[in-house]
């Protein structure tokens, strides 16, 4: 198992950057095992996948809506997932959750494949 939590949310304007991170807290799981995404839900809208990476970092994936503007990485010696925004936009308004997932998940992108979630945080984009 593994424990997530969110943090960096807050209130930006349009065409900043702001920088999220999740700490993961392991109970008899390794984080470097994991899959890790970064989902995102606006009001009144579902929770949509907007970037996720493998276990070891060497590849990652991206929705079309955040494709060139937001980056994924993490630190497995840190237990640390960041998601980087730039150029943000009104429509990047939403909670964002970071989730964890096996390894062998279909769907990057896809919620129901990860089985760990954070509580989310906030992240206001103003005009």
């Known amino acids: 198992q593994v424990r997530l939590v969110e943090s960096g949310g807050g209130l930006v304007q349009a065409g900043e950057s702001l920088t999220l991170s999740c700490l993961a807290t392991?109970?008899?799981?390794?984080?470097?095992?994991?899959?890790m995404g970064w989902f995102r839900q606006a009001p009144g809208k579902e929770r949509e996948g907007v970037a996720s990476?493998?276990?070891?970092?060497?590849?990652?994936y991206y929705s079309d809506s955040v494709k060139g503007r937001f980056n994924v990485s993490r630190d497995n010696a840190k237990n640390l997932l960041y998601l980087q925004m730039n150029s943000l936009k009104l429509d990047d308004t939403g909670v964002y959750y970071c989730?964890?997932?096996?390894?062998?998940?279909?769907?990057?992108?896809?919620?129901?494949?990860?089985?760990?979630w954070g509580q989310g945080t906030q992240v206001t984009v103003s005009s």
């Open positions: 989730a964890a997932a096996n390894p062998w998940l279909g769907d990057k992108l896809r919620e129901v494949e990860y089985d760990y």
């Open positions: 392991e109970s008899g799981s390794s984080f470097d095992g994991f899959h």
């Open positions: 990476i493998t276990w070891s970092g060497g590849r990652t």
